[in-house]
């Protein structure tokens, strides 16, 4: 069965400086992965997706997100963190049974410290 | 284009209350999903519906809650009698094709609280 893994659930980071939200996988097929961002009181956000074209995903706001097959994961990076990056952040792999549904990570909180 | 649309927005009530939370989907989007949002139990996929047929109903949590889908364009989640343990998030979220590869499209959600 798919399952994702979200390694920390805080992250903190100055402004300017390097995003790194980490995901790991597990699947026993070519997965489709892609991150959320959710705001506080709305709903998630897509920020990018991976669906087996190339490995390295560009999304909105500045963030990607490299699929590593050897590694199964799909980590999340920003080179310069903004302040209105705070928000959590969420790893999902969807479960490939001819149906649709995501498995998502218990999330990351990113806090963008001034 | 207007996105998912949930309403209402909050909800509190008092336990043993019947409790309907609704949401429109996007136009022309075939597959809807309803979530629960914790902060014990992080998202939940509740249940989700192909061309209006629920598929995976083996989220739900009891038989206190029920989801329908009478057309494309509306569905609800209704909890009868409501619990305070059934306080959370609830989020509504649609997505086109069919297809594992589609991304789903999020609703801001209904905050629920159960006295």
């Known amino acids: 069965a798919q399952s994702v893994t979200q390694l920390g659930s805080h992250v903190s980071v100055s402004e300017g400086a390097l995003v790194l939200l980490r995901c790991n996988y597990s699947?026993?097929?070519?997965?489709?992965l892609f991150w959320y961002v959710q705001y506080p009181n709305q709903g998630l956000q897509l920020l990018l997706k991976?669906?087996?074209?190339?490995?390295l995903v560009k999304g909105i706001n500045g963030f990607e997100a490299e699929f590593k097959k050897s590694e199964t994961s799909f980590h999340l990076t920003k080179p310069s963190a903004h302040m209105s990056d705070a928000a959590e952040y969420f790893c999902?792999?969807?479960?490939?049974?001819?149906?649709?549904?995501?498995?998502f990570g218990q999330g990351t909180r990113l806090t963008i410290n001034p | 284009d207007a996105g998912v649309i949930q309403s209402p927005r909050h909800e509190v009530t008092e336990m043993g209350q019947e409790v309907t939370l609704r949401c429109k989907p996007i136009?022309?989007?075939?597959?809807l999903f309803w979530y629960r949002q914790t902060m014990m139990r992080g998202l939940e996929l509740l249940i989700y519906?192909?061309?209006?047929?629920?598929?995976?109903d083996s989220g739900m949590p009891e038989d206190r809650f029920s989801a329908k889908m009478p057309n494309a364009s509306f569905s609800t989640l209704k909890i009868q009698p409501s619990e305070p343990r059934d306080s959370a998030v609830y989020f509504c979220?649609?997505?086109?094709?069919?297809?594992?590869?589609?991304?789903?499209?999020f609703g801001d959600g209904t905050r629920l609280s159960i006295l």
């Open positions: 999902a792999v969807s479960v490939i049974e001819g149906a649709q549904k995501l498995v």
């Open positions: 699947s026993s097929v070519p997965p489709y």
């Open positions: 991976y669906t087996s074209a190339a490995t």
């Open positions: 519906f192909n061309n209006n047929v629920p598929i995976d």
């Open positions: 136009s022309g989007h075939n597959s």
């Open positions: 979220a649609s997505s086109a094709g069919g297809l594992s590869n589609q991304p789903q499209h």
